[in-house]
């Protein structure tokens, strides 16, 4: 083989493999890249929860709308209709995660033993998952087993949990409060971090236009 004809196989293999990579990167299904490590700089739309309850203040959370679209779309809509306002943070797990949104049956002065069971009058959502971790200040979208029954609820991480990578939605992160969100009432131990008594619980939450 002339020296000419192996330089132009070589490019040829290069170019294939730029092919191949953009492919993989840009195709509907492939997981999102890690969005930018700082806070506050992703360009999403933003939502500002007050917290009352052994916690109270204000958090505010950047919603991922590139890495899960629907998901921070959904919990947009919710947030302008008011539907979590009111709504408790039904179970808390110290170490873990507090988890809320639950629009159908987790409203304060109703019956919550059945807080965590419902969502809201759309549908479920279609699983985003990415790369990006589950890390203390990520808000993750609860599920059941089946990867597509993301609704309404999320949860807001107190620590990292990489189980959860690439099992759950990332839909954001906290950026300003993260002080009130480690102040949220824990559940009892040994009841799946089910709050008893009293629970804290979002006031109201809006979008931050």
């Known amino acids: 083989m002339s020296r000419n004809t192996l330089a132009a196989w070589i490019i040829f293999l ?9 492919y993989f990167m840009t195709v509907p299904g492939a997981s999102p890249e890690v969005v930018t490590d700082v806070p506050g700089e992703a360009g999403g739309p933003r939502i500002e929860i007050t917290i009352a309850g052994e916690a109270n203040g204000t958090v505010v959370i950047e919603l ?12 947009v809509t919710l947030a302008r209709e008011g539907a979590y306002d009111g709504v408790v943070f039904h179970r808390v797990i110290d170490g873990f995660m507090a988890q809320t949104g639950d629009v159908e049956n987790g409203k304060l002065g109703s019956d919550l033993s059945r807080a ?3 969502g809201s009058s759309y549908p479920d959502l279609q699983a ?16 059941s ?35 009130v969100v480690n102040a949220i009432k824990r559940g009892a131990d040994g009841r799946n971090g089910a709050v008893i008594g009293e629970p804290d619980v979002m006031q109201s939450v809006r979008v931050i236009e």
């Open 116 to 118: 965590g069971s419902g």
């Open 64 to 75: 991922f709308d590139t890495l899960a679209p629907k998901h921070a779309e959904r919990i």
């Open 145 to 179: 087993s089946d990867p597509n029954s993301a609704n309404s609820q999320f949860f807001i991480m107190f620590d990292a949990a990489p189980h959860l990578d690439g099992e759950y939605t990332v839909v954001g992160r906290v950026i300003e409060g993260i002080d």
């Open 14 to 22: 290069a170019g294939t493999g730029l092919v191949v990579l953009y």
């Open 128 to 143: 985003e998952f990415s790369k990006e971790p589950f890390v203390a200040g990520v808000v993750g979208m609860a599920r």
